[in-house]
């Protein structure tokens, strides 16, 4: 797999491939937005990932959309009218009642209550319809739309901290564009599996998805072929960088180039790396940037998402450098003085935040994990293919 290479000079293209020129869509409503203390979304994401990307160079402003915000027509492209009524009121009235989170699964620990529980979602997934049309609208493109990764939401209820489901209503858009194969590929550290369900009997898009076995949602089963438009690759704890390598190389890659996409969606969690409460994998950031460098020259127009990601540093630093990635700039550099600034203004309401390393306001980049390749990865990655 293709490794992104330093030439050791802050911000010089150094992928050989000369990719098309990248779009950004953020939003400032993610600033200061949470959903609650306790909740791992209390910490800022996107606004980081935008802030580090302009402090370090990457990001002028000719290159940067402020988000769409979908309208409640765009949204009933995937969601019903009810469930879209009932977080738009639930929102207004900041409470659910029982029977309304019972049927929507809302106003619970893992989905609350929260100021822009409707808004937030309709930003995100205006971002996914926004990039896609551009997308649709060309025949080639790279757009990062870093909020657009709720891959867990449904028709009618919240799952997984995702309200409405960004990348499902980004694919439909591409469909609808006539496009007839789409790619969704996941590296977060839980199973796509709001994704890998919309379009389990569509023939037209392929879902792939990496992720931790044995993790909620404790579906993506290696065998689980979802009506045979998924490939679902459950790795084990301590998933190391050598393993997502081999993965990628023994069978995301191979499957991708036999499906030969007209686009693809790239979802990018962060809760993979090592540092993330959220899972026991063991990840590098350099491991899913170079996952990313490997795939976008796969199809002519590639939507890259975020995704999951609870370490405050470590997401932000991730997603930053994705983008650099797709700019074909090497993100593992020092950051400038404006960027350790941004990283040393975090702060993180667990233990591992009260006295952060160093290493997480000086670089960019992770040391990279190294590791055997264990026999399960293998197998997974066999399975894949078969």
Same mark, same amino acid.
């Given at each position: 797999?293709? $490794?992104?290479?330093?030439?050791?000079?802050?911000?010089?293209?150094?992928?050989?491939?000369?990719?098309?020129?990248?779009?950004?869509?953020?939003?400032?409503? +993610?600033?200061?937005?949470?959903?609650?203390?306790?909740?791992?979304?209390?910490?800022?994401?996107?606004?980081?990932?935008?802030?580090? #990307?302009?402090?370090?160079?990457?990001?002028? !402003?000719? &290159?940067?959309?402020?988000?769409?915000? @979908?309208? *409640?027509?765009?949204?009933?492209?995937?969601?019903?009218?009810?469930?879209?009524?009932?977080?738009?009121?639930?929102?207004?009235?900041?409470?659910?009642? *029982?029977?309304?989170?019972?049927?929507?699964?809302?106003?619970?620990?893992?989905?609350?209550?929260?100021?822009?529980? +409707?808004?937030? =979602?309709?930003? #995100?997934?205006?971002?996914?319809?926004?990039?896609?049309?551009?997308?649709?609208?060309?025949? @080639?493109?790279?757009?990062?739309?870093?909020?657009?990764?709720?891959?867990?939401?449904?028709?009618?209820?919240?799952?997984?901290?995702?309200?409405?489901?960004?990348?499902?209503?980004?694919?439909?858009?591409?469909?609808?564009?006539?496009?007839?194969?789409?790619?969704?590929? !996941?590296?977060?550290?839980?199973?796509?599996?709001?994704?890998?369900?919309?379009?389990?009997?569509?023939?037209?898009?392929?879902?792939? #998805?990496?992720?931790?076995?044995?993790?909620?949602?404790?579906?993506?089963?290696?065998?689980?072929?979802?009506?045979?438009?998924?490939?679902?690759?459950?790795?084990?704890?301590?998933?190391?960088?050598?393993? %997502?390598?081999?993965?990628?190389?023994?069978?995301?890659?191979?499957?991708?180039?036999?499906?030969?996409?007209?686009?693809?969606?790239?979802?990018?969690?962060?809760?993979?790396?090592?540092? !993330?409460?959220?899972?026991?994998?063991?990840?590098?950031?350099?491991?899913?940037?170079?996952?990313?460098?490997?795939?976008? =020259?796969?199809?002519?127009?590639?939507?890259?998402?975020?995704?999951?990601? +609870?370490?405050?540093?470590?997401?932000?630093?991730?997603?930053?450098?994705?983008? @650099?990635? %797709?700019?074909?700039?090497?993100?593992?550099?020092?950051?400038?003085?404006?960027? *350790?600034? &941004?990283?040393?203004?975090?702060?993180?309401?667990?233990?591992?935040?009260?006295? =952060?390393?160093?290493?997480?306001?000086?670089?960019?980049? !992770?040391?990279?994990?190294?590791?055997?390749?264990?026999?399960? &990865?293998? $197998?997974?990655?066999?399975?894949?293919?078969?």
């Amino acid at each position: 797999m293709r $490794r992104l290479v330093s030439d050791g000079h802050r911000g010089v293209p150094v992928l050989t491939t000369p990719f098309r020129t990248p779009l950004f869509i953020g939003g400032e409503i +993610y600033r200061g937005s949470t959903y609650g203390p306790k909740h791992p979304l209390a910490i800022p994401r996107v606004s980081t990932a935008i802030d580090l #990307s302009r402090a370090m160079g990457w990001l002028p !402003d000719e &290159v940067y959309l402020d988000t769409h915000v @979908a309208s *409640e027509r765009e949204l009933a492209r995937f969601h019903t009218a009810d469930y879209i009524a009932a977080l738009k009121r639930a929102e207004a009235e900041q409470r659910v009642d *029982e029977a309304t989170a019972t049927r929507h699964n809302l106003g619970k620990l893992e989905n609350p209550v929260f100021a822009e529980m +409707y808004r937030r =979602p309709a930003h #995100s997934s205006g971002s996914a319809l926004q990039a896609a049309r551009i997308l649709g609208d060309r025949p @080639a493109g790279l757009v990062y739309a870093p909020a657009a990764g709720t891959h867990h939401a449904r028709r009618d209820r919240a799952s997984g901290f995702c309200y409405f489901n960004a990348p499902v209503l980004g694919i439909l858009e591409l469909l609808d564009h006539g496009l007839e194969r789409v790619l969704y590929v !996941d590296l977060d550290a839980h199973h796509g599996d709001g994704v890998e369900e919309a379009f389990a009997d569509d023939d037209r898009v392929l879902t792939v #998805s990496i992720h931790e076995d044995g993790r909620w949602p404790y579906t993506g089963k290696a065998e689980d072929r979802a009506g045979g438009m998924a490939r679902n690759l459950p790795v084990p704890p301590g998933f190391n960088d050598s393993e %997502m390598e081999h993965v990628m190389e023994a069978a995301v890659l191979p499957l991708a180039r036999a499906f030969r996409p007209q686009a693809m969606v790239i979802q990018t969690g962060a809760d993979a790396l090592a540092e !993330d409460p959220l899972s026991r994998l063991e990840l590098s950031n350099r491991a899913l940037w170079d996952a990313v460098a490997a795939l976008l =020259p796969l199809a002519p127009r590639v939507l890259v998402v975020g995704g999951g990601g +609870y370490n405050p540093w470590s997401v932000g630093r991730c997603w930053a450098g994705i983008w @650099a990635v %797709m700019n074909g700039v090497d993100p593992a550099v020092r950051p400038t003085a404006e960027a *350790e600034a &941004v990283l040393r203004a975090l702060t993180w309401n667990r233990a591992a935040g009260r006295n =952060p390393p160093e290493h997480w306001f000086t670089t960019l980049g !992770d040391e990279r994990r190294p590791g055997p390749v264990r026999d399960a &990865v293998k $197998r997974v990655a066999e399975i894949a293919m078969s």
